[in-house]
């Protein structure tokens, strides 16, 4: 308790938030050892997702002391004179955590330019390479709950910073003392839309978007950033400005009308999928509240709408971007957790293909000649002739580009069902899902990977387990990481990892079915019935 009852007052002392402050006062107050432990009892780790967690007071908490501490690590790897780009969303003290980065770099010595407005992610991740920064900083928790914030670091090239770079800044925060005694400045530049967003916007129209554009569009950004953003780009595309969810339409950091902000959540796209339905759109598009993600729904033939997953868009947006760009030497990437399909998709194509851990950081890093990169959880990077606008997931290129591709299907009297039946007869039919299991207890993921370690299942579904490797010994060449991989007869895989970014440990399904002319319907009902018979299982296996 005195170790704690310590640890609290210095942090306290050092604190310019006066909310924070308040915060560890009233604990000491009623000496609340259990809230001292877990503020204070670990620390939120600098990973290559920069920083994540709950807002509050400690080193366990996200907070202006902690932001204060990323940014001299950060201001002490660069070194002085470096440029960094400042980008934040709407969330609980964004703006904030934004002007202290701003004040800590520009007090050790280096030149910040932070973003006038409350912009996408994308954005700030297009504007390091534009403007020719060394490094890019975003205030964002992405999709996290209304509790949370972050801190993602760009490197110069535009993309999420690997090793060893973040291990360098981990190691510089942790030498880092009193933010009190930091030197601070306040000579910054400001960024306004034309310095940024407009240049954006411009490499957007670049895009692989063909000339059809006779397409009606309901869109929710899910209370965050990327409405108006999204708006500019339709319009600038020359297509029709979505139809937008009202309640949803401007940022709110408690996201009042969603358990979760995340499109990929039960009932998280209810009131875009009713606007749908009211206003007859022919395609429902969604952004998370950073708007680095998107999410597609499509009508039914028989009415009502389908949410696709991430791997569906993938498959599409990828065969998208390699019918409309051309040269041999091209690239398409994705991440181990990823459907197979993009493989055979680029190999159709002629085209190279590369898998990667997952994270957009890695696909930035799988080659030269990248056009397209994309992750199952709704992440895709669109590119054209002259590349990669953005190093980095967009869910408003993304938006954009398969709103391109709706329209060009619908004049020819097709729709995105129809592209995925006619990939499923050419391929094969990829089904993927998830499962997901949300703790309390963080501890009970390492045990559920240790027990999956120690005793593989043999069978899952009635199919035989072939091959068990386990990623954190590295496998493919890839670098080491926590997760399993299990390759299933009858050409189905499981992949089962702790998620980088939530308490949650997530496993990766897919099963291929044959599909003749005629039978894609019958595939994908004996698809999900296995994907079903494999959740069961494999549950059970994981034991929590």
């Not at 994309?374 to 938006?399: C, I």
């Not at 043999?458 to 496998?475: M, T």
């Not at 009858?490 to 599909?515: M, W």
Request: hydrophobic content about 45%; proline content about 6%; charged content about 25%.
């Amino acid at each position: 308790m005195t170790d704690l009852v310590r640890l609290a007052r210095e942090w306290r002392d050092q604190d310019p938030d006066p909310d924070t402050r308040a915060e560890l006062d009233a604990i000491l107050d009623r000496q609340d050892l259990d809230a001292l432990e877990d503020r204070f009892g670990a620390k939120l780790e600098f990973g290559t997702a920069g920083l994540r967690g709950a807002l509050g007071a400690g080193p366990n908490r996200m907070n202006r002391v902690t932001v204060m501490r990323a940014a001299a690590g950060l201001a002490r790897v660069l070194g002085p004179g470096r440029h960094v780009v400042i980008g934040y969303d709407g969330r609980h003290k964004s703006d904030v955590f934004a002007a202290d980065t701003a004040r800590v770099l520009t007090g050790a010595g280096l030149r910040a330019s932070v973003m006038a407005g409350k912009w996408p992610t994308p954005v700030l991740a297009f504007a390091v390479r534009h403007l020719g920064a060394d490094a890019g900083v975003m205030v964002t928790a992405s999709h996290n709950p209304p509790q949370d914030n972050g801190y993602k670091v760009y490197w110069g090239d535009g993309a999420q910073i690997v090793p060893p770079v973040d291990l360098e800044i981990s190691a510089a925060i942790d030498a880092t003392g009193p933010v009190d005694a930091l030197p601070l400045g306040d000579d910054w530049t400001t960024l306004g839309h034309d310095d940024i967003v407009t240049p954006y916007l411009r490499a957007l129209t670049a895009l692989p978007l063909g000339d059809a554009r006779a397409i009606s569009v309901a869109y929710t950004p899910l209370h965050g950033v990327g409405g108006a953003t999204v708006s500019e780009a339709f319009r600038a595309a020359g297509f029709e400005v979505p139809v937008m969810v009202g309640r949803q339409a401007m940022p709110d950091p408690n996201f009042p009308t969603v358990t979760f902000p995340n499109p990929e959540e039960p009932g998280a796209m209810d009131l875009a999928l009713e606007l749908a339905a009211a206003t007859r759109a022919d395609l429902v598009l969604a952004n998370d509240p950073d708007a680095d993600r998107c999410a597609v729904g499509t009508p039914l033939p028989g009415g009502g709408y389908r949410m696709l997953t991430g791997d569906e868009v993938g498959g599409l947006l990828a065969e998208h971007v390699l019918r409309h760009t051309s040269g041999g030497d091209r690239l398409v990437a994705t991440s181990i957790v990823s459907s197979s399909l993009l493989a055979k998709i680029a190999a159709d194509h002629g085209v190279r293909h590369a898998e990667t851990l997952t994270g957009f950081k890695w696909i930035m890093k799988s080659g030269p000649g990248l056009v397209f990169g994309y992750e199952e959880a709704l992440g895709y990077s669109v590119g054209s002739d002259a590349g990669l606008p953005v190093h980095d997931k967009d869910g408003v290129g993304a938006a954009l580009t398969v709103a391109a591709m709706a329209a060009e299907a619908r004049r020819e009297g097709r729709s995105l069902l129809d592209l995925l039946d006619e990939q499923a007869r050419r391929y094969g039919l990829h089904a993927t899902t998830q499962l997901s299991v949300r703790v309390e207890d963080l501890s009970l993921i390492a045990k559920a990977m240790e027990r999956l370690r120690t005793n593989p299942p043999a069978r899952l579904a009635g199919r035989v387990v072939e091959s068990a490797e386990d990623l954190s010994q590295g496998a493919a060449g890839l670098p080491p990481t926590d997760g399993l991989r299990y390759r299933l007869s009858g050409d189905a895989r499981v992949i089962v990892r702790p998620s980088g970014t939530e308490p949650k440990l997530k496993c990766y399904l897919e099963v291929v079915v044959p599909v003749g002319d005629d039978d894609v319907t019958a595939a994908r009902a004996r698809a999900a019935a296995d994907l079903e018979a494999l959740k069961r299982d494999l549950a059970t296996a994981l034991a929590l």
